[in-house]
């Protein structure tokens, strides 16, 4: 089994930081692309940034020059540093992570459970 948790989120002022974690552990070989997506009440859910496993990264327009996301491949974490937080960024930030596992069936979508984010005003 394969297992992501997120943890870093909370309440913070607006212009304030965050950094979130998401920590992989179970049945794990390999991790291909990570990715943090967002989700606000009463909006879909979505895609905030990725990184390979070679750490390229991309984000959306939204948090460009913002949030800077990264990972340890040793030790199948990723990260995402929030700065300059606005109210807008208020939601529950997701774990996505592309996973093969020691079963060599190829890789799966795993998700995390989130964790809130609020900013406020």
């Known amino acids: 089994q394969v297992q992501l948790v997120e943890s870093g989120g909370g309440l913070v002022q607006a212009g304030g930081s965050l950094r979130l974690s998401c920590a992989g552990s179970?049945?794990?070989?390999?991790?291909?692309?990570m990715a943090w997506y967002r989700q606000a009440p009463g909006k879909q859910r979505e895609l905030v940034a990725t990184?390979?496993?070679?750490?390229?990264?991309s984000y959306a327009d939204s948090v460009k020059g913002r949030f800077t996301i990264s990972r340890d491949n040793a030790k199948n974490t990723m990260y995402l540093q929030m700065n300059s937080l606005k109210p807008e960024d208020t939601g529950v930030y997701y774990c996505?992570?592309?996973?093969?596992?020691?079963?060599?069936?190829?890789?799966?979508?795993?998700w995390g459970q989130g964790t809130q984010v609020t900013v406020s005003s």
């Open positions: 990184i390979t496993s070679g750490s390229s990264t």
């Open positions: 996505n992570a592309d996973v093969l596992t020691y079963s060599f069936r190829g890789y799966v979508e795993y």
């Open positions: 179970g049945n794990i070989f390999a991790i291909n692309v």
